[in-house]
């Protein structure tokens, strides 16, 4: 009986010293060399796998997509990408300007694409933050009752202008959108500097009569500017989310990011319905925001993100003098600057 005792007690020991170190001296195989390589540059051998994984499947789209996608659109949708993923609010904004005085869209072309390009990128991050319990549904529901209705007004209004009053249509829309990316970089800088609080910390926020019918009035103003010039879903509202309730920062963003893809998608359907998407664009830019997203959040740790911001804001701000410029109107000469 004692002889199982034994053996039980040399396998205990064998398992607790491990494996038998190698012979010093021993020349290392091919295998052991790459398996210690590997786990010493795992970090690295992964973004490079990944890179040319999605670079070889990118380059199959192109191929099999013939001359509809354009590259020049995916890699500005890469840049816009890693600046949603560093920011997480604003970089969207920059799509319409981008398509108008880069790439020469027709402003109502431009800010149909832009919606429905935004639309589908804020799905899967709305998705996301509802699955976290980041949402405050009722406050998505009283937004969403103002904005859905007003967006589709809004884009019923400019289409109205269009087949009645010929390119009356871009003036009005250069000086919609400049006037918007202006208010919307003002808003950005103040939405950056305003601190949360110790007391932003509640989940679920009562709420009265008065701050049901100024939420329901604030998404209808959002949804009618959001139809016509397809900016400030995000920054218009997180702005008074944040100054307004007193929920936690996670509750304020996925709240926030949930009713613009509500409001988006509402949007997009308008717009396709009267024609003003362009569908290859469309799926050009979502082939290179989508990596240019992963890239961004991957790297905010490391970026000075209030600078960025800020920066970022400056960028709206010069890109809508530029569209109030093309309209004739110059709004630094208005100001005697």
């Not at 786990?39 to 992964?46: A, K, V």
């Not at 209004?157 to 250069?174: A, E, L, P, R, S």
């Not at 808003?187 to 007391?199: C, G, N, S």
Request: aromatic content about 6%.
């Amino acid at each position: 009986m004692a002889e199982p005792a034994v053996t039980l007690a040399a396998e205990s020991a064998a398992i607790a010293i491990g494996p038998a170190p190698a012979i010093v001296g021993e020349p290392m195989t091919f295998v052991h060399k790459t398996r210690k390589l590997i786990r010493r540059r795992r970090w690295p051998i992964f973004w490079i796998g990944g890179g040319l994984g999605c670079a070889l499947a990118y380059l199959i789209n192109y191929l099999s997509a013939g001359a509809h996608l354009d590259p020049k659109l995916s890699l500005t949708g890469v840049v816009i990408g890693v600046l949603i993923g560093l920011t997480g609010m604003g970089g969207g904004a920059l799509m319409t300007p981008i398509l108008v005085l880069l790439f020469g869209y027709p402003p109502t072309l431009a800010v149909g694409t832009d919606v429905t390009y935004s639309a589908i990128t804020k799905v899967f991050g709305g998705w996301r933050h509802l699955s976290r319990r980041n949402v405050d549904l009722r406050i998505v529901m009283y937004l969403a009752l103002g904005s859905v209705p007003s967006t589709i007004i809004g884009v019923g209004v400019i289409n109205y202008i269009k087949h009645h009053y010929g390119d009356t249509v871009n003036t009005i829309m250069f000086r919609s959108i400049g006037g918007a990316l202006v208010v919307v970089s003002v808003a950005l800088v103040i939405k950056t500097l305003v601190k949360i609080d110790r007391e932003h910390s509640a989940e679920n926020i009562p709420l009265s009569s008065l701050r049901k019918a100024m939420t329901v009035l604030l998404g209808a103003t959002t949804g009618f500017v959001v139809g016509l010039t397809s900016v400030g879903s995000g920054t218009f509202l997180g702005l008074f989310l944040l100054l307004c309730y007193p929920m936690l920062a996670r509750r304020i963003v996925g709240t926030d990011v949930f009713h613009a893809a509500i409001l988006l998608g509402a949007t997009s359907l308008a717009q396709l319905s009267i024609g003003n998407v362009k569908g290859w664009a469309v799926a050009s830019l979502l082939l290179g925001s989508i990596p240019g997203v992963v890239i961004g959040s991957h790297t905010t740790a490391r970026t000075p993100e209030r600078l960025l911001k800020v920066c970022l804001a400056s960028v709206l701000f010069f890109s809508g003098l530029a569209l109030l410029n093309k309209s004739g109107i110059n709004l630094l000469h208005v100001l005697h600057l």
